[in-house]
C-alpha cells in the first residue's frame, strides 16, 4: 500500500476538466502503472472464435505485455458461434473448451508457442521438452526421475501453463481479463454490443470468420493516440487533404469495379465539409472508454453503392434470408468505428477490426483483421480487403497520415513548451443517450476522449 500511495499521487491532478498533462502520454512510470491497472484488470479483447475453429487450433497474442495462447482444447463447439456472453472457459454451453493461456513453460519460463497460429495435438517447449496438453496440463517431462520427490509434481496444476483468471465472449469475440474480480464482459460491454451485433447481423447466414491474415503496423507513439484519432472528427480533412485532393481528382469514368471505387469514395468522404461532421455525424460514449462515431456515411455514399452488381446480389439474399424489413433495418445501421477500450477499434460496417497493443509508452502495435460474412457473395469479403488496403494498412494513402500525425504528436508532447493538452470540444454540451450513455453535441465533439480519460482516472485510482 505504501508503494501506491507513493503512485498515486504521481498520477494525481494528471486529469482534469477538459484537458491532461502531457506526462500521460510520454511517462514510462505512469505507463507501468496503466499495464497493472488497466490492462490488468479490464476485459481485453483475445480474438474471435473463428480463429480457433477446431479442437488443437490455437492463436498467439499478448494481453497488455502479457503473451498468451487462444486454444480449442477438446471437442469442440459443433454450432460454430457463441450466441451470447458467457464464461466459455468453464465449458458452459456455447461451447466449450476455449482457453486463454499464458505463454510461459512451467519449467524455466520459456515461451512455449512460437508460432503464431496453426492447429497442434500438445504444446512442446523447445528448452528442455516439457509437454502440455492444450488445456495447458503438463503431461510430459523427460528426465522426470532427475526431480526428486516435493520438486516436481506432474499432476500439480502449478506446473502447468496457466489459464488467465477470466475468459468470456460475445458472439464469438472472445474477451478476457488478467484480473479474477471485476465486472461482466456483458457489464464492460453494455451498449456497445450493439456494435457487435450490427458486424454480424450483416452476415446472411448469422456468422462470420476472420479470413486474409493480419495486416500490422507499428507506430512510434503512445497506445492511446489512435484510440483519440479514430474517432476524431476534426482530423480527416486536414491529416488526409493529399489523398482527399487526389481522390477529388480521379475520373469517376475509369473507375472499373467496386474495390477501386471503395477506396475513391472513402477519400472524398473524408473531405466532407465541416458543417457535415457538425449536422450530421453523431459521437456517442459509454462507461468503461467506449465510443461510436455514427452517420458519417452510408452505403449510398460509400461502400460498393446499391448499383454495384455483388452488392445488389448481397441485398437480395439478405432480403430472401431475413425479410425485407428486417434487411433494411440490419444494412440502415450507419456505424463508422466502435472503439472498445482499451484493445479494439472496430468498423461494423466494412467487416474490419484492429487490436491495440502498447508495447512501450512511445511504442505501439496495431493488428488488422478483416471478416468473412457467411453466406454473402465473394467479392465483398475481396471489397473487405480493398478498403483495408485502401484505409488501415501500412502503405494506405489514408493510414500513412495518421502514422505521421502520432509521430509528430510523440515529438511535441515530448517537448516541454507546455504541459497541458486540452480536450474540450464539445465539453458540457452532451446529453444523455437513454442507453447509458452520452450523446455529443456533434460529429467534431472531443467527448470521446474525455470519457476514455474518465474510465482511465477510474482504473489508474483501483475504483
Ligand atoms: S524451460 Fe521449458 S522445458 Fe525447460
Ligand atoms: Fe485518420
Known amino acids: 500500500m505504501a508503494n501506491h500511495s507513493r503512485i498515486d499521487s504521481r498520477i494525481e491532478g494528471l486529469v482534469q476538466p477538459g484537458r491532461v498533462h502531457r506526462r500521460i502520454y510520454t511517462d514510462p512510470a505512469i505507463f507501468e502503472i496503466e499495464m497493472e491497472r488497466l490492462f490488468g484488470q479490464s476485459w ?36 460454430g458461434g ?8 468453464g465449458g458452459d454451453k456455447n461451447g ?7 505463454n510461459r513453460c512451467g519449467h524455466r519460463g520459456a515461451k512455449v508457442v512460437a508460432t503464431e497460429s496453426g492447429s497442434v495435438r500438445e504444446f512442446r517447449c523447445c528448452y528442455h521438452g516439457w509437454t502440455y496438453a492444450t488445456d495447458g496440463r503438463l503431461i510430459s517431462v523427460p528426465v522426470r526421475q532427475g526431480y526428486p520427490e516435493g520438486t516436481v509434481d506432474i499432476a500439480d496444476p502449478a506446473y502447468g501453463m496457466q489459464a488467465v483468471p ?10 478476457a481479463s488478467l484480473s479474477a474480480t471485476g465486472p461482466s464482459l456483458t457489464d464492460f460491454l453494455g ?4 456494435s457487435f451485433d450490427d458486424l454480424v447481423d450483416r452476415a446472411p447466414d448469422g456468422e462470420i470468420e476472420v479470413a486474409g491474415g493480419i495486416a500490422r503496423h507499428a507506430y512510434r507513439g503512445n497506445w492511446k493516440l489512435i484510440f483519440e484519432n479514430v474517432n476524431d472528427g476534426l482530423h480527416p480533412l486536414s491529416v488526409h487533404l493529399s489523398s482527399i485532393e487526389a481522390a477529388r481528382a480521379q475520373d469517376d469514368a475509369v473507375w472499373s469495379d467496386g474495390a477501386g471505387e471503395i477506396g475513391i469514395r472513402q477519400m472524398r ?23 461510436y462515431l455514427g452517420d458519417y456515411h452510408d452505403d449510398e455514399k460509400l461502400a460498393v453503392a446499391r448499383q454495384d452488381p ?55 502495435d496495431v493488428l488488422g483483421f478483416c471478416f468473412r460474412l457467411k453466406g454473402a457473395p465473394e467479392k465483398m469479403f475481396r471489397d473487405t480487403i480493398q478498403f483495408a488496403n485502401v484505409t488501415n494498412a501500412s502503405a494506405s494513402p489514408v493510414l500513412t497520415d495518421d502514422l505521421e500525425t502520432y509521430d509528430r504528436l510523440r515529438g511535441g508532447l515530448e517537448s516541454g513548451g507546455n504541459d497541458w493538452v486540452p480536450m474540450s470540444r464539445g465539453l458540457g454540451r452532451d446529453v444523455a443517450d437513454g442507453n447509458g450513455g452520452l450523446q455529443a453535441e456533434n460529429g467534431l465533439s472531443e467527448l470521446h476522449i474525455r470519457n476514455m480519460f474518465d474510465s482511465w482516472s477510474g482504473y489508474m485510482a483501483g475504483t
Not at 96 to 102: M, N
Not at 166 to 175: D, H, L, P
Not at 191 to 194: L, S, V, Y
Open 310 to 364: 455483388s452488392f445488389q446480389d448481397y441485398i437480395e439474399i439478405m432480403e430472401a434470408k431475413k425479410g425485407r424489413e428486417r434487411a433494411r433495418q440490419i444494412l440502415g445501421v450507419t456505424r463508422w468505428n466502435t472503439n472498445i477500450y482499451p484493445t479494439i477499434s472496430f468498423m461494423s460496417q466494412f467487416r474490419q477490426l484492429r487490436v491495440i497493443q502498447p508495447v512501450a509508452v512511445d511504442r505501439t
Open 191 to 194: 451498449h456497445m454490443t450493439t
Open 166 to 175: 477470466r475468459v468470456a465472449s460475445y458472439r464469438g469475440f472472445i474477451f
Open 82 to 89: 457463441d450466441k451470447n456472453a458467457g464464461d466459455i472457459n
Open 96 to 102: 466449450g473448451d476455449i482457453t486463454v493461456l499464458y
Open 269 to 291: 468522404q473524408n473531405g466532407a465539409p465541416l458543417e457535415f461532421w457538425d449536422k450530421q455525424v453523431g459521437l456517442w460514449a459509454y462507461p468503461f472508454g467506449h465510443s
Open 44 to 79: 481485453l479483447y483475445v480474438g474471435h472464435e473463428s480463429q480457433v475453429r477446431f479442437p488443437g487450433d490455437f492463436f498467439c497474442t499478448r494481453l497488455g505485455r502479457e503473451p498468451v495462447v487462444l486454444v480449442r482444447h477438446g471437442t469442440g463447439n459443433k454450432n
